[in-house]
T-cell receptor, first 114, second 114 residues
Framework: GENVEQHPSTLSVQEGDSAVIKCTYS??????FPWYKQELGKRPQLIID?????GEKKDQRIAVTLNKTAKHFSLHITETQPEDSAVYFC?????????????FGQGTRLTINP | DTGVSQDPRHKITKRGQNVTFRCDPI?????LYWYRQTLGQGPEFLTY????????KSRLLSDRFSAERPKGSFSTLEIQRTEQGDSAMYLC????????????FGPGTRLTVL
C-alpha cells in the first residue's frame, strides 16, 4: 500500500523567513496531495492541495510543488508569521471506486520564533 | 456552524466497556471517512462510506470496531470491549461526490481508556 514519509519532524524558523516541508510517497498511482494544518487540540484544516496533472500551485504565502517522477512534493511557506506555528501533515491518495482515502505523513511541528 | 461535527468531544471509559461516537457530516456530503490519530502521528484511515454503503475498511479496524451510516447522513463508530490501545483521537471527515473530493475534518472525539 501507499507509504508517505515526511521531513523534517520539527522545524524552527525566524519570523519572516521561509519554511519548507518535504514529503515522498511510494505509490506512483497516487494523484491527489493535500496539506493539512493542525493546531493543538483542533481539527486538521486543509491549507492547499495539488493534483497530479499540475506541477505547482500557489495561494498567497503558501505554495506546493509536485515532482511525479521523483514521487515527492513539498510545502513552501514564505514570510512566516507566528500564527503559522502548528503541526503540518502531508497526505497522498488515489481514487479507487470513488474513494480518496488519505495516507498521511508523520507530521512536521513548525515553530515560528518572533 | 455548517462544518463537520462530532459527539462527544471527549470520552473516558474503563477497559472492557463499549463506546459509541457520532459524526454529522457537512450537509449533502455523500462521502464520510473515519480516521484514528494517536499522539504525534498523522491520522490513519479506518473506514469509508459513500451514502449508506460502507465501501472500504482498513485492517486496523478489528472485529471490535463497527461503523454505520444508516440513512446516508450521520455515522456512528462503535468500539466494543475497549482496550487501552484504543486510546486515540477519532476523526471524521466528509466530502462531496465529485472530482475534487476535498475532505473536511471534524473536531474529533478523544477517547481515553483507563
Amino acid at each position: 500500500g501507499e507509504n508517505v514519509e515526511q521531513h523534517p519532524s520539527t522545524l524552527s524558523v525566524q519570523e519572516g523567513d521561509s519554511a519548507v516541508i518535504k514529503c515522498t510517497y511510494s505509490d506512483s498511482a497516487s494523484n491527489y496531495f493535500p496539506w493539512y494544518k493542525q493546531e493543538l487540540g483542533k481539527r486538521p484544516q486543509l491549507i492547499i492541495d495539488i493534483r497530479s496533472n499540475v506541477g505547482e500551485k500557489k495561494d498567497q504565502r503558501i505554495a506546493v510543488t509536485l515532482n511525479k517522477t521523483a514521487k515527492h512534493f513539498s510545502l513552501h511557506i514564505t514570510e512566516t508569521q507566528p500564527e503559522d506555528s502548528a503541526v503540518y501533515f502531508c497526505a497522498a491518495s488515489k481514487a479507487a471506486g470513488g474513494a480518496q482515502k488519505l495516507v498521511f505523513g508523520q507530521g512536521t511541528r513548525l515553530t515560528i520564533n518572533p | 456552524d455548517t462544518g463537520v461535527s462530532q459527539d462527544p468531544r471527549h470520552k473516558i471509559t474503563k477497559r472492557g466497556q463499549n463506546v459509541t461516537f457520532r459524526c454529522d457530516p457537512i450537509s449533502e456530503h455523500n462521502r464520510l471517512y473515519w480516521y484514528r490519530q494517536t499522539l504525534g502521528q498523522g491520522p490513519e484511515f479506518l473506514t469509508y462510506f459513500q451514502n449508506e454503503a460502507q465501501l472500504e475498511k482498513s485492517r486496523l479496524l478489528s472485529d471490535r470496531f463497527s461503523a454505520e451510516r444508516p440513512k446516508g447522513s450521520f455515522s456512528t463508530l462503535e468500539i466494543q470491549r475497549t482496550e487501552q490501545g484504543d486510546s486515540a483521537m477519532y476523526l471524521c471527515a466528509s466530502s462531496a461526490l465529485g472530482p475534487t473530493d476535498t475532505q473536511y475534518f471534524g473536531p474529533g472525539t478523544r477517547l481515553t481508556v483507563l
